[in-house]
């Protein structure tokens, strides 16, 4: 079936079957490949994507599912900036190996969207669900709580 | 839709470097050193000959702009080494670090360090790179006083540029002595570690980089989405495939229905060869779908590949050892044991644990032009090329693997299985093929840390003394796989190749200085029935070992010292202070200092474990642990938050005092040490591969958890002791870093949940529902 997307502002039209997951399409048809390919169940959040402003397991959502604005990793800057998380990551220089940072760094956006200053609670409730192998989750925390303050200083607006 | 290709960065890079290679620049002196078959006049075997790392030009190339590129031989899964390496050769060079960039692991264009593993990076593998940064700096002041008319000792030089001493405006940079051209310089050594110029390395106090913690180059692009990794690679015409597992341990295969897939949309092949199946579809979602349709028939082997991994360590005490080591013995525990008046005994089990990467195993082999180029995130890329042209029989000089970036390392990659299946897929179709697993495949079949199941014996004094220790280990490590081996590879097996020999495998002792008069040390290698075509294949997890025999170890000293009534920490020291026997590398002096930073930075209060039971439901506790890697020394302790009601362990605070003597860059070692610490927390709350009669049910996260967010401590921190207390003694050099972090994590652990609750847990991993069983134990 033929399928538009609209993905970081733009929009691209691919033929593929209806079941094909977004992953596979955003990865090897878009060449967007921040999303990453972790466990294909949905388990780790290797792949995450935004889908109209919820975090999304791209690995999962077949292509007749993929509505709406999505946003990569790659969508993120603004105008050649960094957005404040991409930035607190590299202050707090968060990878290891790095292969998961981009569900990491797509669900705290969401996250931070949702509520712009989480508690300690409230982070690790809403990043849970997101595996990190090298285990750079505490300065991924510490990331979070920078970039809530970058956030909030610049008026609230990332 | 055509698929994206694109060569990236550094792959482009690689092919520049190729170029530069193999013109003779600018000069016109004859190349030797890169081409050895050119020198001789017999052509070459293939493209990709080993680099020669005897010629200063396979390490450094100096531009025109006065900037550097090192060519190292090792490969970076996310420690920061790199930036490490740049730091030390910019010192060496004299060159600023920013103006500095490093390749690494690519087999063509570097040389053959080894790529990762063992920790070894600073300890061994940056010794050469500093060397030959020197030499570097050395050929270029003999160069720039030929140009400046000046001896060498009235030079001076400071970020690549060469002034006389006194007369500043008389100067030349080193892109104006050879930017763009080669040294043409040969060095010396018998092996590639001892490779040496004429040149002396700076005394430490020179190093100006080094000790500063410039940012990691390799972030920005893994944070910005912009890094092209191995699982990113893509060509045109390539073809996607996708594995399947025998569903049974040992099973064989005696069927291929191809008629089951033939029509599926983008089918290209199937491709068998004994046990080992795979699908070749155009698009990668067709491979997959066309995996899972695939039908086959598998006959289930005759007897039971291996005992559930409920039963594991009953089957691991009764059966006879494949091999034994030669006991350890000091003084005379056997009379020791027997007149001792109090006697201690314990058994501590630790299961397979897997290596359960992130991602799973994943490269991209391409045959064009009857040569065989695989883009893989191997640690050890050097290996793979070596095993892929061994096992498809092709010269090795028509073989190169070009090394990108994937999931952690950790000793998966030393045998990564994806390699030689692309490039065995990629020869048998004649496109390039990606071969990536699946999450159940990778879980399920990965290498795995060995079980041990370690039997302690400790006999005290009447004054609480520690008299004698017998410590016992059982390994099920029996044919671990090696590195990339073309006969051990799983594809290999699977095929039904198989080494004259199995590896023998191997156990570990505990690793630490405490003088015990009386002491016997054993270890033992066992078996399961099943050696070959195993999920349960042993490969190396971070030590290997180290986690294993220290968490028996290390518990069970805690066990003594609570016998003892004595406070943890001051019968760890008693037993560090009781001799004064050291070595060149002053690790006893550096155990006590670290054990004395660990307790001085969390604030440790003396008193002996358990502590009064707490009442409500949260108890809490902390516990101590400690261990040497070579002569890096650690010191952890941990606080942890036991819910009585749920079982639930939370770890509240770590605290790490590390010593690896030179530190490079310490923030990112406090980063490595910290995640290594959170890894091995991982270990012991969560991890275990779990098995029935005939395969591992361990599939997915949910069957093998992992450590989350949720589970992170409040603090962690890192105290780098950094070298040695004693200010008279000379520098010390750097010693490795990452896995020595990981060995006291286990023990730490378990000693503070029993400090909490006065429960000793002597199984791993600590999962809520054993915690909750143990505590409900202890109260009938």
Aim: hydrophobic share 40%.
């Amino acid at each position: 079936m033929s399928v538009t997307l609209k993905v970081n502002g733009k929009s691209h039209t691919v033929d593929v079957d209806a079941s094909t997951p977004l992953l596979y399409i955003l990865r090897n048809d878009l060449g967007l490949q921040g999303p990453r390919f972790g466990c294909g169940l949905g388990q780790c959040g290797a792949c995450t994507v935004i889908m109209n402003g919820v975090a999304t397991r791209s690995c999962i959502v077949p292509a007749s599912a993929a509505k709406g604005e999505i946003t990569t990793l790659e969508g993120l800057a603004r105008n050649g900036e960094l957005h404040p998380l991409q930035r607190a990551w590299i202050d707090e220089q968060v990878p290891q190996c790095g292969f998961c940072q981009n569900g990491q760094i797509m669900t705290a956006k969401a996250l931070l969207d949702r509520n712009p200053k989480p508690n300690d609670a409230q982070i690790r409730e809403g990043m849970k669900g997101v595996l990190c192998r090298c285990m750079t989750y505490y300065r991924i925390q510490a990331a979070i709580k920078r970039a809530v303050k970058t956030i909030a200083a610049k008026g609230g607006a990332a | 839709m055509t698929p994206v290709a694109g060569i990236p960065k550094h792959v482009e890079a690689t092919l520049s470097r190729r170029n530069l290679l193999k013109s003779a620049g600018m000069l016109v002196v004859s190349f030797a050193g890169f081409d050895p078959g050119e020198a001789n006049g017999q052509a070459p075997a293939g493209p990709y000959p080993e680099v020669d790392f005897h010629q200063l030009d396979s390490w450094i190339v100096i531009h025109e702009d006065s900037s550097a590129t090192f060519y190292v031989g090792k490969t970076d899964c996310g420690q920061g080494t790199g930036t490490s390496f740049r730091q030390l050769m910019a010192d060496e060079l004299d060159v600023a670090y920013e103006k500095t960039t490093c390749i690494m692991g690519s087999t063509d264009i570097t040389v053959d360090q080894g790529g990762s593993g063992g920790s070894t990076a600073m300890e061994r593998d940056s010794w050469p790179m500093r060397r030959v940064a020197a030499e570097a700096r050395r050929v270029l002041l003999e160069m720039g006083s030929q140009r400046l008319g000046a001896p060498v000792d009235q030079l001076a030089v400071s970020a690549g540029v060469i002034t006389v001493k006194g007369a500043p405006s008389k100067n030349v940079t080193y892109g104006q002595l050879i930017g763009g051209r080669k040294f043409n310089v040969t060095l010396t050594g018998s092996n590639i570690n001892a490779t040496n110029g004429r040149a002396l390395v700076k005394p430490v106090q020179e190093l100006k980089n080094t000790g500063l913690s410039p940012q990691r180059y390799d972030i920005p692009a893994k944070v910005d989405g912009s890094l092209k990794w191995a699982v990113d690679m893509r060509l045109p015409g390539m073809v996607h495939a996708r594995n399947v597992k025998p569903p049974f341990a040992g099973a064989k295969l005696v069927s291929v229905d191809e008629s089951s897939v033939r029509k599926m949309p983008g089918f290209v092949k199937i491709v068998t060869k004994g046990n080992y199946v795979a699908v070749v579809c155009e698009r990668e979602e067709q491979a997959i779908n066309t995996a899972k349709a695939l039908k086959l028939n598998w006959e289930k082997p005759a007897t039971a590949p291996f005992p559930s991994s409920e039963d594991l360590f009953r089957y691991m005490r009764e059966v006879k050892p494949t091999s034994s080591s030669r006991s350890v013995v000091v003084g005379d525990p056997e009379s020791a044991f027997t007149n001792a008046p109090k006697l201690i005994e314990a058994d501590y089990d630790v299961p397979f644990q897997g290596h359960t990467a992130i991602s799973p195993a994943h490269a991209l082999a391409d045959p064009s032009n009857g040569q065989m180029t695989i883009y893989s995130n191997d640690m050890k890329s050097y290996g793979m090329r070596r095993g892929v042209a061994d096992f498809l029989g092709m010269p090795r000089e028509q073989v190169r693997v070009v090394w990108m970036e994937g999931p952690q390392g950790f000793g998966r990659t030393a045998a990564d299985d994806a390699g030689c299946e692309a490039a065995y897929l990629a020869k048998e179709i004649g496109r390039p093929v990606r071969v990536q697993w699946m999450r159940d495949e990778e879980t399920a079949w990965d290498t795995k840390a060995p079980a041990f199941a370690v039997k302690l014996k400790g006999a005290l004094d009447a004054a609480g003394n520690l008299l004698a220790l017998d410590y016992d280990a059982r390994s099920a490590d029996y044919n671990h796989v090696g590195y990339n081996e073309p006969d051990t590879v799983l594809i290999a097996q699977l095929m039904g190749i198989r080494p004259a020999k199995p590896a023998s495998g191997s156990a570990s002792m505990p690793s630490e200085m405490y003088a015990i008069p009386h002491r016997r040390m054993a270890t033992h290698v066992v078996s399961l029935p099943l050696v070959w075509e195993t999920p349960l294949r042993t490969g190396n997890l971070r030590d290997p070992n180290g986690p294993q025999s220290t968490f028996a170890s290390e518990s069970f000293i805690d066990e003594l010292a609570a016998a003892a009534n004595a406070d943890p920490f001051e019968f760890r020291m008693k037993l560090l202070t009781a001799s004064s026997a050291e070595d060149g590398g002053f690790r006893r002096a550096r155990s006590i200092a670290a054990l004395k930073a660990v307790a001085d930075a969390y604030g440790w209060d003396r008193r002996s474990s358990p502590k009064p039971r707490g009442t409500g439901d949260t108890l809490t506790g902390r516990g101590i642990a400690y261990a040497f890697r070579g002569q890096t020394v650690v010191a952890e302790i941990a606080e942890v938050e036991v819910n009585v009601r749920t079982g639930r362990v939370w770890v509240k605070r770590l605290v790490a005092a590390h010593d690896c003597g030179l530190v490079v860059n310490p923030e990112s070692l406090r980063h490595t040490v910290e995640c290594a610490m959170l890894h091995s927390l991982s270990r012991a709350l969560h991890e275990e591969v779990q098995f029935d009669g005939e395969k591992v049910t361990s599939v997915d996260w949910n069957s093998h958890p992992t450590l989350t967010h949720a589970d992170v401590p409040g603090e962690v921190r890192v105290v780098l002791v950094n070298g040695d207390p004693n200010p008279n003694r000379p520098d010390l050099p750097p010693y490795g870093a990452g896995e020595a972090a990981c060995k006291p994590m286990l023990a730490a652990i378990g000693n503070a949940i029993y400090d909490a609750t006065g429960v000793r847990l002597r199984r791993i991993p600590f999962r809520a529902n054993r915690v909750l069983a143990a505590l409900k134990t202890s109260q009938a």
